[in-house]
């Protein structure tokens, strides 16, 4: 119980808790609207920070398991009539069990050849959706407006998805900080640091990378069902889309990867400066090669990110700076 004890952990709670609010406070659909992205690409970029930040392994093609999780959890409500609570836990599970089996042949793989595998898998399967009739092919499949009448009408669901999505970051963010702070995490930071050493110190990292990657896909398939169900439709191209991948280590890698708060900074800043983008007539449609610019930028000269070029500039904040 010790862990729980950071100030800095329960700070940021409360100040995403303050994010979270506002919306609601205010009952503002804009704001519901603006927090909503914030909060996804927070929830994705904090859970691939489980492989990636901790463990060391990039995974390109991690938007695999949002889309295995949005489908199933859409095609269980449109078929079934489930409620979309239980529809996304299944979607969940679903993509952690794929990434249980996918994992333990994959993460045989390092460095590149890892990265390039996740990138085909995700690829093939979005190949596999296209061709399968009962998950509507290449067009996917729709909502008729009848599936909101349970949740009183399409307001209310868009307000039950942004509830969903906001309980679901604060957990994600109390796994993330237990796992930082616990001997798996331990194991994990040794595995990134130098697997084989870690190894030889008797830390069955093959093991400790499977639970991670099974870890680290739950989440996003949940993401995956609660964003479809919202969005009212679900097609191949927005399930499967590689570029969400690259967006969630840019902000890691913005924030800072194997921090806790690394996400949170580098998702608000990468969100406000798309924004600003994408309302700009000169630069709107830049906004993906600026996405590739600030990684370049981010490898050569702050490869730590925000929140590690802090920890190291100022070695009083490293208790604080989680």
């Not at 489980?50 to 199933?72: A, E, K, N, Q, R």
């Amino acid at each position: 119980m010790a862990r729980f004890r950071s100030p800095s952990f329960w700070l940021l709670m409360a100040f995403m808790l303050g994010i979270i609010l506002w919306p609601i406070v205010t009952r503002s659909p804009y704001a519901r609207e603006q927090a909503f992205v914030l909060f996804m690409y927070l929830a994705l970029a904090s859970s691939l920070n489980i492989i990636l930040g901790y463990t060391g392994y990039v995974s390109f093609g991690h938007i695999v398991f949002f889309g295995i999780g949005g489908y199933t959890g859409f095609y269980l409500i449109h078929r079934y009539n489930w409620h979309m609570i239980p529809a996304a836990i299944v979607g969940g599970i679903v993509a952690a069990l794929m990434a249980f089996l996918l994992g333990s042949a994959i993460l045989r793989l390092r460095g590149a050849y890892f990265a390039i595998a996740t990138i085909g898998i995700n690829e093939a399967v979005k190949a596999l959706v296209r061709n399968l009739p009962f998950l509507g092919g290449s067009t996917g499949m729709y909502f008729d407006f009848k599936v909101y009448e349970p949740y009183g009408g399409p307001g209310n669901a868009l307000w039950l998805s942004y509830y969903c999505l906001a309980f679901l970051l604060l957990i994600i963010l109390l796994v993330s900080y237990i796992v930082r702070s616990s001997k798996f995490g331990l194991g994990l930071m040794s595995i990134r640091e130098d697997e084989d050493a870690a190894t030889i110190l008797g830390i069955d990292s093959a093991r400790y990378k499977t639970w991670a990657f099974t870890l680290s896909a739950f989440f996003p398939g949940i993401v995956g069902a609660i964003f479809f169900f919202k969005n009212g439709n679900i097609e191949p191209g927005d399930a499967f889309r590689l570029f969400l991948s690259i967006e969630s280590i840019v902000i890691i890698m913005l924030g800072g990867f194997g921090t806790v708060l690394g996400p949170v900074v580098g998702a608000i800043v990468y969100e406000r400066l798309r924004g600003l983008l994408l309302v700009n007539p000169l630069l709107k449609n830049l906004h993906l090669a600026m996405s590739g610019v600030a990684l370049l930028i981010i490898v050569l000269f702050i490869s730590v990110g925000i929140v590690g070029f802090l920890r190291q500039r100022f070695p009083v904040l490293r208790r604080y700076l989680i």
